[in-house]
């Protein structure tokens, strides 16, 4: 398997230094390529995965509930697109929020309304860690992949971490995504960043594949990876903050999906084009942050579709993502337990 998140990294090392115009969500994707001498390709941006047992920290870490996971998306799964049905929207999360003791509040910008709540930790020296997700869709698309595996998971987030850690938990939940960005451009620039430690931005979470040629790749990739079924997580994050990356390695649990981290420079010719997703605008205002995603259009079919509906969620996959966020999660909050 070692090999395997290997050939993942180089492939996405190589597809974020080549391709022009790069968005997680929009490029149109072609089965895989011709295959070339690998070995010759840099590296110097991959990040281990593979961390010593003695060095994971003893974090107890809360278990997600599936059930409730599925509930909430099934709940979630309608069209998020107008005024209306966002407002719709929002009051499901408020309530759900709510009735796991949180208090959220509605954060109106000129177009749309972000939701925000905020668990303070014991430590005032640990500071804010936030994890976040948009809850729009596009038209006519219930989006049960895009973004409510996402919120739902956001929302079992909040169940789970009820009982304060030493740094603060910040739950938000980005309106009009799909338009922009609108709604964390908003949010981040109004971030208080003396606290804020991080942002993790869930992207897509529930769509797995196992049979060959499933996992797809833009033409312009170089290498062959050696598996083309998309079965792992991808964590993306910036060089200046890897430990949010590195949060995301130290799961000894059994059964969880394949996680693939990768740390960029934020400096030269990536940059534009890696600013086009809800970690991007943390980015731009120099807060460090973390997409955690399945890959979007390149693996899943029904992005952007009518047919992006609860039944094509894979339903181990997405529980196993969302208890590799919870334990991330942990080890962030707790920033000074013992290794």
Do not use: K
């Not at 993942?8 to 089965?31: E, K």
């Not at 974090?59 to 309608?78: G, K, W, Y």
């Not at 177009?111 to 005032?124: H, K, Q, S």
């Amino acid at each position: 398997m070692r090999n395997v998140r290997n050939w993942l990294a180089l492939f996405l090392i190589t597809l974020l230094g080549v391709l022009i115009g790069w968005h997680w969500q929009w490029f149109s994707s072609l089965p895989l390529g011709t295959e070339v001498d690998w070995r010759s390709l840099s590296s110097d941006f991959l990040q281990e995965t593979d961390v010593p047992l003695n060095a994971r920290r003893a974090i107890e870490t809360p278990t997600i509930n599936s059930d409730r996971l599925f509930a909430d998306l099934q709940s979630l799964s309608v069209p998020r697109f107008t005024e209306a049905d966002r407002a719709n929207t929002r009051a499901y999360l408020v309530q759900s929020l709510q009735a796991a003791g949180w208090q959220p509040e509605t954060l109106s910008y000129d177009t749309g309304v972000n939701l925000v709540a905020t668990r303070l930790g014991t430590d005032p020296t640990a500071g804010t860690i936030l994890v976040g997700a948009h809850y729009d869709t596009v038209a006519r698309s219930p989006g049960a992949d895009d973004n409510a595996t996402a919120v739902a998971a956001v929302l079992e987030i909040a169940r789970v971490f009820q009982t304060p850690t030493p740094a603060t938990l910040q739950i938000a939940l980005f309106d009009q995504e799909e338009v922009g960005l609108l709604g964390s451009v908003d949010f981040s620039r109004h971030a208080l960043r003396e606290d804020l430690r991080g942002a993790v931005i869930l992207e897509m979470l529930g769509y797995a594949c196992y049979r060959e040629g499933c996992q797809s790749y833009p033409a312009v990739l170089p290498i062959t990876p050696p598996t083309n079924r998309g079965d792992f997580l991808a964590v993306i994050g910036d060089q200046g903050h890897t430990f949010l990356i590195d949060s995301f390695t130290r799961s000894t649990q059994a059964d969880l999906p394949q996680v693939l981290t990768l740390a960029i420079p934020l400096l030269g010719p990536l940059t534009p084009d890696l600013l086009r997703s809800d970690h991007a605008p943390f980015w731009q205002e120099g807060i460090g942050a973390v997409m955690v995603t399945d890959t979007a259009n390149f693996r899943n079919p029904h992005y952007h579709e009518s047919t992006d509906t609860p039944e094509t969620i894979d339903r181990p996959f997405f529980s196993g993502s969302v208890q590799l966020v919870a334990n991330a999660l942990a080890e962030l909050l707790n920033p000074n337990s013992p290794s």
